[in-house]
Every structure is written in structure tokens, then in C-alpha cells.
């Protein structure tokens, strides 16, 4: 089918063919969107772009928008969609149950709740095999503190700074990021520690991480020793010696930081972490909400890359494709804890979300999402190193499977960040060439690369080839 639109940026790059025909749009005008949006949508609902998208469609990998314009999705929902929009298996169980039962609460049983738990934790170690089911990632954490101090009786807990865990009160205690902080009293018993960032933290060098691709900074740890991770690691040392009491109830952590960047720390900074934390008395948490279902490609959950088990972990995002559920799996003893007294949550754990994140779990294992996750993701890397050599304002390119960080720099000696407009002008340009990308980072100085994890290597080189436009436009305007 035939595009009915030229991009307003020229490029080489010709995006993969796809034979899916949107249906009509047929809603209102976007000029009356946009009013609605004005005067009945609270304002803190941002949107992305100068002029932003109206969609009107979905198919996999790809997004149609109100005039049938079609984009290359490499955010997917802020990494919501994990096996691809309206994935056929998704939607037609998802129907099936829509006629047949749609809610109930815990309160009786149905097929749908223990057949779901029963697949999810078998995919999961022992003893992490007890699931409390929520609707979205800060409930998930939100409940993941509560258990934890509820288990431990103790009550400080410790995150890492740049680290995003929800937008709930309690939640943004551990939430470490200035843009989401609001001027309320938050985050009692929450206290951060030095990120171990080998980018842009002071220490780092060119073998720490968990990644095909390394930073160019040097590195001269003698093999077997690294260097930063044992800084960082006196740093939480140092936190839990002076900003903490003796007992602590957990410590939090993204396998991966996400709304940060694709932050990856150094090999073995996690295990030792885990360790300070249970020597004093406190419980491991894992927030697997974007890490999770296979994205880093070689493993399924983002705390087996680490090689720790955790105490608790916090599923969200990709565990339903976009529908909005979420879960907390503990062991028998934690989950306990919360047992003593009622805690209750209406739609937790429905039927429908149920049947969806089963099908999404078959999904995962039909398509070989887990294994494209790897493959297509380090082809990606691997492209992307290519253009941070190329170009002196992208500092970094990191991550593993398909979660991505492009860090983009001034230049690589200071690492000081891409002014955000600077930034912003690039992603527009990608944008106008049909390829949709998501920021983040303490500075918005970076790209957020998490598409549906069924992209090919095709759409892969349709969106470095876009990039490498829009990099290409940057630098002529700068000169």
C-alpha cells in the first residue's frame, strides 16, 4: 500500500514494507481534539511533539495515525507493548473472555487467575512463587514497600538516584528524578544513593558493563577487578552508615534504570549491593517493570542478568501488552506478612486481565520474542556504535537486548548534555520520518529506544538510518 505522505525531511532510508491497511478514521477533526484536550485534559498529561500525534491505529511494530500516516514504533507505549499492537493471539483471547466474564474481584474464584499464576511463576525461581496481582507499576511498588516493612519491621529504604519506581506519594520517596518531585512532603523513610553510572558518573571505564556496547571512557582495572563498581559500592557503604539507621527495611532497584535512560551499572555492583542491604535485616527489591519478559534478550527477568535473586519483584508495562495490569511475586513468607490484617484490591487480578497476560506469556514463547529481543537488539547496539563514533554529540550508546539509551553530549571529553532543545529538534526529525522514539534522563539528554520486542533487523536498519539523517541535519545546522 502505497504511503499517502512524503516526510518534510529527505532521507535514503525506505521504511520496510507493510501490508496491514488501517481502518478510516472517522473521529473528530484533530483542531477539535485539540480543544477538548485544552479545556477537559489535566495538563500534567504531556504530550510528546510540537504538533502531537493523533493515532488512530495499531498493528505489531507499527503506529497510523488520523490521516493513515505510518511510524516506525521504537517506544512502544513507553515499553508497554511487548509483543506488538493488537497482537492477534492477545486480541482474540482478550474478546473471547470479554463475553464470557469480565469481573468478579478475589473474592470467588475463576479459572483465569490461577491459570495465569500458575504460568508466571513457573517462570520464575524458587522461592519467588507468590503473586499479588495490582493494575499498574506504582501500585505494584507502592505494595512492594508496604510487604517490606510490614516483613522486616523495619522501615528505611534505600534507591538509587535517577531511578523512576511510580508517581504515587509513597512511591516518590524512591523516585529520584527532580521533573517527577512535587513541592509536597513525600518519602518518609526513603533515602538515595550514588548512582553507579560508568557514563556520567566519576567513575567508570570501557569493561564494566553488561553490554555489547562499552563507554569510550578508559578503563585500567586489572582483569577480574573493576574499579567503579568497588567505588560505588563504598558510596552505598557510606549511605548506609550515615543516613540510615543500624536496621533497614529494603533496598530498590532497576535491573536497568529506564525513565533515566537505559542506565546500566557495573557487573557485580548488584550482588554486593544485595548483600550490605540483608546484613542489615532489610529485603531485596527488583523492579522489573521494564526489564522484565525477556527484553534484555539474554535472560527473562533483568535480576538474572545480575545473577542475585531477589525478595520481591514488581511487574508492570509489558506484563499486559498495554492493558492495564500489574503484579508483586514474593516468597510464602513475605506474602504473609500482608496476611495478618485485610488488604484488598478490587480489580486486581480480573478475569480479563488474566486471560491477556497468559496470552501474553504464550506469546512471548510462540514468537521467540525473548531470543529476537537478543538478536535484533545487539544488531541494534552494534548499528548504534557506529553512529556514537561517528558523531561527537552522541556520548553513549548502551544497554542490552531492546533496552536502549542513546546519550547525547556537547561532546564526548566534558559529557555535558545535549541542551534539551538541541535534542529535541533531532527526535521532530525522526519523527517527520516516520520513526517514533522516547526521551529521558536527568536532562531529557536522552534517547529511550524500547520498541515491541517482534521488530526485525529491517526496521532496525529503516530506524538507524533515520537517526543518522536527523544526526546528519543537526550538525549542518549547527555549523
Not at 510540537?50 to 505510518?70: A, I, V
Not at 509483543?83 to 468478579?104: D, F, N, S, Y
Not at 523495619?154 to 516518590?172: V, W
Request: hydrophobic share 35%; with cysteine; charged share 20%.
Amino acid at each position: 500500500r502505497q504511503q499517502k505522505w512524503k516526510s518534510s525531511v529527505s532521507t535514503q532510508a525506505k521504511m520496510p514494507p507493510c501490508d496491514f491497511v488501517p481502518e478510516k478514521y472517522k473521529s473528530y477533526p484533530y483542531e477539535h481534539m485539540q480543544k477538548i484536550r485544552e479545556q477537559h485534559i489535566a495538563p500534567s498529561l504531556r504530550m510528546y511533539y510540537k504538533k502531537p500525534l493523533l493515532l488512530n491505529q495499531g498493528h505489531m511494530q507499527w503506529l497510523f495515525d488520523y490521516e493513515g500516516r505510518r511510524y516506525l514504533d521504537l517506544f512502544a507505549g513507553i515499553v508497554t507493548v511487548s509483543v506488538g499492537h493488537c497482537h492477534p493471539k492477545v486480541t482474540m483471547a482478550t474478546q473471547k473472555q470479554l463475553a464470557r466474564l469480565w469481573h468478579t474481584t478475589n473474592v470467588y474464584m475463576h479459572p483465569s487467575i490461577h491459570e495465569y499464576v500458575e504460568k508466571l511463576t513457573s517462570l520464575l525461581p524458587d522461592p519467588l512463587k507468590v503473586v499479588y496481582l495490582t493494575n499498574s507499576g506504582s501500585e505494584a511498588n507502592d505494595l512492594a514497600m508496604f510487604m517490606a516493612r510490614l516483613h522486616t519491621r523495619n522501615f528505611d529504604i534505600i534507591s538509587l538516584r535517577g531511578a523512576y519506581h511510580g508517581g504515587s506519594p509513597y512511591t516518590l520517596g524512591l523516585t529520584s528524578l527532580g521533573p517527577y518531585k512535587h513541592g509536597v512532603a513525600n518519602g518518609f523513610g526513603c533515602t538515595t544513593t550514588m548512582l553507579p553510572d560508568v557514563f556520567r558518573g566519576p567513575w567508570g571505564g570501557s569493561r564494566c558493563r553488561d553490554s555489547p556496547v562499552q563507554t569510550v571512557r578508559k578503563c585500567s582495572c586489572p582483569e577480574g577487578a573493576c574499579h567503579a563498581k568497588d567505588q560505588y559500592i563504598e558510596q552505598l557503604k557510606d549511605t548506609l552508615n550515615t543516613s540510615v539507621p543500624k536496621t533497614v527495611a529494603g533496598f530498590i532497584a532497576e535491573p536497568i534504570q529506564g525513565v533515566n535512560g537505559a542506565v546500566q551499572y557495573p557487573r557485580n555492583f548488584l550482588k554486593e549491593a544485595y548483600r550490605l542491604i540483608r546484613e542489615r535485616g532489610g529485603v531485596c527489591i527488583s523492579d522489573e517493570v521494564q526489564t522484565g519478559f525477556g527484553r534484555t534478550g539474554s535472560h527473562f527477568w533483568g535480576f538474572q542478568t545480575h545473577d542475585v535473586l531477589p525478595d520481591i519483584i514488581t511487574l508492570a508495562k509489558g506484563i499486559g501488552n498495554g492493558f492495564p495490569m500489574a503484579a508483586v511475586v514474593t516468597t510464602k513468607e513475605i506474602a504473609g506478612s500482608l496476611a495478618q490484617n485485610l488488604h484488598f484490591n478490587t480489580f486486581g487480578g480480573s478475569p480479563l486481565a488474566c486471560v491477556v497476560g497468559a496470552a501474553v506469556l504464550d506469546a512471548i514463547k510462540e514468537d521467540g520474542l525473548q531470543k529476537n529481543s537478543r538478536d535484533v537488539g545487539t544488531h541494534m547496539l552494534l548499528e548504534l556504535a557506529k553512529l556514537r563514533d561517528k558523531f561527537e554529540i552522541v556520548g553513549d550508546v548502551r544497554g542490552k537486548g531492546l533496552m536502549i539509551g542513546i546519550e547525547m553530549v556537547t561532546d564526548k571529553d566534558s559529557r555535558c548534555p545535549l541542551p534539551a532543545e538541541e535534542v529535541g529538534q533531532i527526535w521532530e526529525d525522526c519523527k517527520d520520518m516516520g520513526v517514533l522514539i522516547g526521551r529521558g534522563g536527568l536532562y531529557n539528554q536522552t534517547f529511550r529506544i524500547k520498541p515491541p520486542m517482534c521488530i526485525t533487523k529491517k526496521d532496525v536498519d529503516f530506524g538507524v538510518e533515520v537517526l543518522h539523517t536527523a544526526l546528519q541535519r543537526h550538525m549542518k545546522r549547527a555549523a
